[in-house]
C-alpha cells in the first residue's frame, strides 16, 4: 500500500498562495513566483505537454520523482476551480484526481489519462477511492491549505514536503493556520538552513 503525502511550495512568510486567488487568478497575487523553480524543469515541460525543453539538475530530478511516486491525488474544490479554466485539455496530473466537494458533478475525463471524480461524502472517502485507484503507488493530496489540514488532523498523512521558496507575499493563504493543537502533528525531518542575498 503506498503512501498519503502533499507536496507544497511555500514563501518565507508561510504562504501557499497569494492574495485574491481563485478562477482566473489561480495561487492568487504572486503566487506563481512560488512554482518558478518547477516551472523551468525538463520534467515539468515534459508534464504540461511542452517536449523535451527544461532544465535538468536537482529540482528536474525532484519534480520527476514527485510525478513518478503518485498514483491517484486528492485535491479540495476550490484548488479544482482555479485550476480548471487554466489547465490544458491534457491536464498535467496524468493519473485519476479526486475532487473533495459538496457540489455533485459529473466526472470530467480529459486526455492524457486524468479523470476528475468528484466525492461528496468526505475526505476519507476521496482518500479511500484514490487508493484504490493508485495502483499501490503514493496518494498525493494537491491541495489547498484546508485539505491539507483537513487530512493533517485526521492522521492521514504519511509525509509532507515543503519547497521553500525565496518569496515574501505578505498576505494570502497559510497552510498551517487554524490546524488545532489537539491535532498532534508533530514534524521529524531535518532542519533547513538558508541562506539568502538579498537583492533590491
Known amino acids: 500500500m503506498g503512501k498519503v503525502f502533499f507536496d507544497l511550495a511555500m514563501s518565507l512568510d508561510g504562504y501557499i498562495s ?20 518547477m516551472y523551468r524543469t525538463a520534467a515539468f515541460m515534459k508534464l504540461i505537454g511542452r517536449g523535451n525543453g527544461g532544465e535538468t539538475g536537482p529540482d528536474d530530478d525532484l519534480v520527476r ?19 480548471e479554466v487554466g489547465w490544458p485539455e491534457e491536464a498535467p496530473f496524468h493519473h485519476p484526481v479526486f ?6 458533478r459529473e466526472p470530467w475525463v480529459r486526455k492524457g ?13 476521496a482518500l479511500a477511492q484514490a487508493k484504490a485507484a493508485a495502483g499501490g503507488k503514493d496518494v ?21 514536503v515543503i519547497h521553500l521558496a525565496p518569496v515574501l507575499l505578505g498576505a494570502g493563504i497559510r497552510l498551517f493556520d487554524g490546524l ?16 539568502y542575498r538579498i537583492t533590491r
Open 18 to 37: 497569494g492574495p485574491d486567488a481563485r478562477p482566473g487568478n489561480p495561487l492568487g497575487d504572486g503566487g506563481e513566483r512560488l512554482h518558478t523553480w
Open 65 to 83: 520523482r514527485t510525478i513518478e511516486r503518485a498514483g491517484a491525488s486528492v485535491m479540495g474544490r476550490r484548488m479544482f476551480d482555479e485550476g
Open 99 to 104: 475532487v473533495v466537494t459538496s457540489r455533485a
Open 113 to 125: 489519462g486524468t479523470t476528475f471524480t468528484f466525492v461528496t461524502d468526505g475526505v476519507e472517502s
Open 140 to 160: 498525493r493530496v494537491s491541495g489547498g491549505a484546508s485539505l491539507v489540514r483537513q487530512c493533517l488532523a485526521a492522521g492521514v498523512i504519511d509525509e509532507g
Open 180 to 195: 488545532p493543537d489537539a491535532a498532534g502533528v508533530g514534524l521529524d525531518g531535518p532542519v533547513a538552513h538558508l541562506d
